[in-house]
């Protein structure tokens, strides 16, 4: 087939048939090849990036295509934290003081997944997450050889290595050593995203790879043996064949802005109000695999949060539900209290707090559903069945003033008597109070991207790496911030050393 700079068809005429993702174009009906690359990349944040360089740094001819005007992504509008550890210790760990073992690490995260955990993709990740923070480094990266101590969601200072997840808390405290593993970016503010896209950018541009923005990939080109030979994309206003020697990767984020997708897949993740993502997560990149014959995983899970720390004074007080009985040790992160507070019975979730330990939460907008004396005269505002209440407080005061939580092990520095005067904070779903999400589910690949069907074969020039593939991080009972830029960036550099080795198809 001739490789020429022609248009396949015109959209302004494009009838019913046109291109859809799930529909992927017979090789037989490619008449003309706009051009020919070994590598496609589709979308351009943190996984695309990072197989680009890869795939180019092992030989490769890469392009590119990126539907917005910029690279960046969802990444580009992360915090960045990335999750990384084991080994000993990234520079950073050790300089702190912390000798993290692999093992630790593999354990935690195995827990953390539970049973949707990928032992083999978990175990890659383990192994070679100190080399993936050199690799970070060597690209541009700064991390500054500083802890943040405090219980934060996020570090707002330039500092770099804090707790993510819910490695002290029960019952992952006693499955692992604990040891912090989120690394931020030496930079104020909230502000990692735009500098790792930034210097991810430069060094995709400083290897010649061919990038074209503005460009929407509509579905792949697949043979009848379902090889993928290349991707059909909308540029200029017009649809164009492009052919692939090595692969195609979909790097194409998740699918937190697909209405249809959410209530099709995960309508219990959509209770949140807050999608985290770009205008990107369409699910363009799932949709293409799976039209392709890649099979979906886990679409039904994802992160979702009810961000009350910080203040961190606030993990002081208890979470109740509806029938004023707690649910978890409230000492966990904050995506996985969000998770049980979920699946609780009734409607109503409420944070029971001292007006000692009360400061206003930074990002939760929960309002203040009662105050009270007693716990009578807060639970009769709230709406909560008193006597209930009365001997949830009295129970948990009574161990908490012994260091204790026989019901959910909440850790001994978090435990204290809940004193009056009262506060109950409104975190029902729902009710206003802030519940962020974005999607974990997507395409089931290898832990080097190529992408599975529902028959676990791989198929040929198809792969898939960051949000658009289920990766590390698969529930947000399990989820500890900095594994999703984490699996985004690592896989992604996993899938573009997979296709760099790929049989080339001349
Ligand atoms: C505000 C915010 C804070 C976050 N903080 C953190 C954090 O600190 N740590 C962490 O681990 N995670 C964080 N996350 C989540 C994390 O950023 C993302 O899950 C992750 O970066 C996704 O990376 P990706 O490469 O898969 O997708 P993206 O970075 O979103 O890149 C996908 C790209 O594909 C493009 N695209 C989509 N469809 C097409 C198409 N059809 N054709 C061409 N291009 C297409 C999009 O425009 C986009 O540029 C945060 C997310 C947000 C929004």
């Known amino acids: 087939m001739s490789v020429l700079g022609a248009v396949a068809s015109d959209p302004m005429t494009a009838s019913a048939n046109e291109s859809h993702p799930t529909r992927p174009r017979r090789l037989a009906d490619v008449d003309t090849w706009f051009f020919e690359t070994d590598v496609a990349i589709v979308g351009f944040g943190g996984a695309g990036a990072c197989a680009a360089i890869e795939a180019a740094d092992g030989g490769c001819q890469v392009a590119i295509f990126e539907v917005a005007s910029a690279s960046g992504g969802s990444t580009a509008l992360s915090s960045a934290e990335v999750y990384m550890g084991g080994n000993g210790g990234t520079r950073v760990q050790q300089a702190c003081g912390y000798e993290d073992s692999t093992e630790d690490m593999f354990n935690y995260i195995m827990a953390a997944q539970g049973d949707l955990a990928d032992e083999a993709k978990i175990r890659l990740y383990c192994e070679e997450s100190r080399n993936h923070f050199d690799w970070l480094v060597s690209m541009g990266a700064k991390y500054k050889n500083s802890e943040h101590k405090d219980r934060a969601i996020m570090a707002l200072t330039d500092d770099c290595l804090l707790y993510t997840g819910n490695e002290k808390s029960w019952p992952f405290r006693d ?10 970016l030496e930079v104020e503010g909230d502000n990692g995203g735009p500098m790792l896209m930034g210097f991810l950018t430069e060094q995709v541009e400083k290897r010649g790879v061919r990038v074209e923005y503005n460009t929407r990939a509509l579905t792949l080109i697949q043979d009848d043996e379902g090889i993928v030979h290349g991707l059909v994309v909308r540029m200029d206003n017009a649809e164009r064949n492009v052919r692939t020697r090595k692969g195609v990767l979909l790097a194409a984020g998740g699918f937190v802005m697909n209405e249809e997708m959410l209530a099709k897949y995960a309508p219990r993740l959509a209770q949140g109000n807050i999608p985290v993502g770009n205008p990107g997560d369409t699910g363009a990149g799932i949709l293409m695999g799976q039209g392709a014959g890649g099979a979906l995983l886990h679409m039904g899970e994802g992160f ?12 002081f007080g208890i979470f109740v539900n509806a029938q004023g009985q707690r649910f978890i040790n409230e000492d966990v992160y904050h995506s996985r209290l969000m998770d049980h507070a979920l699946r609780q019975v009734g409607k109503g979730i409420y944070l029971i707090v001292s007006h000692d330990d009360y ?17 009578e005269e807060m639970a009769e505002e709230v709406g909560l069945p008193a006597d209930n209440l009365r001997h949830t407080v009295d129970y948990y005061n009574a161990h908490a003033a012994r260091g204790d939580d026989p019901l959910f092990h909440k850790s001994a520095e978090w435990l204290k008597p809940i004193r009056a005067p009262y506060a109950a904070l409104d975190c029902t779903p729902g009710s206003g109070v802030i519940n962020p999400y974005f999607t974990l589910g997507g395409l089931d690949t290898l832990p080097t991207g190529e992408v599975l069907t529902m028959e676990k074969e791989v198929i040929q020039g198809l792969y898939a790496a960051g949000r658009t593939a289920c990766g590390v991080p698969r529930r947000a009972e399990g989820y500890a911030s900095g594994l999703s830029v984490g699996d985004a960036t690592f896989f992604g550099r996993v899938a573009g050393k997979q296709m760099a080795l790929a049989v080339s198809r001349d």
């Open 175 to 184: 499955i692992a050593k604990p040891c912090p593993r989120g690394h931020n």
């Open 304 to 315: 979702i949060s009810v961000p009350y720390y910080p203040p961190s004074s606030l993990t």
């Open 359 to 375: 400061d206003h939460p930074k990002f939760l907008n929960a309002e203040i559903a009662g105050t009270g004396e007693t716990i």
